[in-house]
């Protein structure tokens, strides 16, 4: 199965044949083979399936759960609809096969006056400042700003926060959320946002802004979303202009 006269290295063969072999013959909860058994299996040397293997985890096809654990296969990244208003955070990650979570870190009343111009207020109004951060398998994959008026949801303290605030806002405001407009940009992360994500200091993440708007015109929620890259693709539909 591996030719040792083609043009193409035998590490990058080797690791073509394992990743296809561990998709079709191991789950996610599976160990997957020791380098030993690979090369038993193959009649390669361990520095072959060494490459091999590093390949793979730079790819991030497979990962080592523990630093001197058995490799174990990644799971795929979920695909995001950047479309999507309802459930940003959470039904893509279950289409996925993955658990979310959501933990509040803060909760408090601010005023600051761009945020008041992106949600089209008074400078001087008090709006909600919600900071979550949400996991995926209890990795923290997005860190969320989320500022809502508290002329709008003066209650909003009173509701669990770890929950969906789209579900809040269907529940509790006058007109229901229609329609959002979002930006999306790949920045270098803060400290604090890489502390947040567990990622080094100035890796690259994605950044989506997005303010919320209700049938009635209002605009209920502007929120800034850091985003692991790692961990996301995205998708949505485009059509024909007229």
Not at 8 to 30: E, G, I, K, S
Not at 77 to 103: C, E, H, M, Y
Not at 113 to 141: G, I, K, M, T, W
Request: charge should be negative; aromatic fraction near 8%; charged fraction near 25%.
């Amino acid at each position: 199965m591996l030719d040792a006269n083609s043009p193409v290295p035998l590490f990058h063969q080797l690791r073509d044949l394992l990743d296809l072999w561990f998709h079709q013959a191991f789950t996610l909860d599976d160990d997957l083979p020791t380098e030993k058994e690979i090369t038993e299996r193959f009649g390669v040397s361990r520095i072959t399936v060494r490459r091999a293997l590093d390949a793979l985890i730079n790819e991030d096809i497979v990962m080592r759960p523990k630093s001197r654990g058995r490799l174990r296969l990644r799971r795929t990244s979920p695909v995001q609809r950047l479309n999507r208003l309802r459930g940003f955070f959470t039904d893509d990650l279950l289409a996925a096969g993955i658990q979310p979570s959501t933990k509040t870190l803060s909760f408090n009343r601010t005023i600051n006056e761009r945020v008041n111009a992106s949600l089209h207020l008074p400078a001087d109004a008090e709006c909600f400042c919600v900071e979550r951060l949400h996991y995926a398998a209890e990795q923290p994959v997005a860190h969320q700003l989320s500022y809502i008026p508290v002329s709008l949801l003066p209650q909003l303290e009173t509701y669990d926060l770890s929950k969906s605030l789209m579900a809040i806002f269907d529940q509790a405001l006058p007109s229901p959320i229609h329609r959002g407009e979002q930006q999306l940009l790949v920045r270098n992360a803060t400290l604090d946002e890489a502390l947040h994500l567990e990622l080094p200091v100035g890796s690259a993440v994605i950044l989506i802004k997005r303010v919320a708007y209700m049938e009635n015109g209002q605009a209920a929620e502007y929120f800034i979303a850091t985003m692991n890259p790692k961990f996301y693709q995205f998708s949505m539909t485009v059509y024909a202009e007229d």
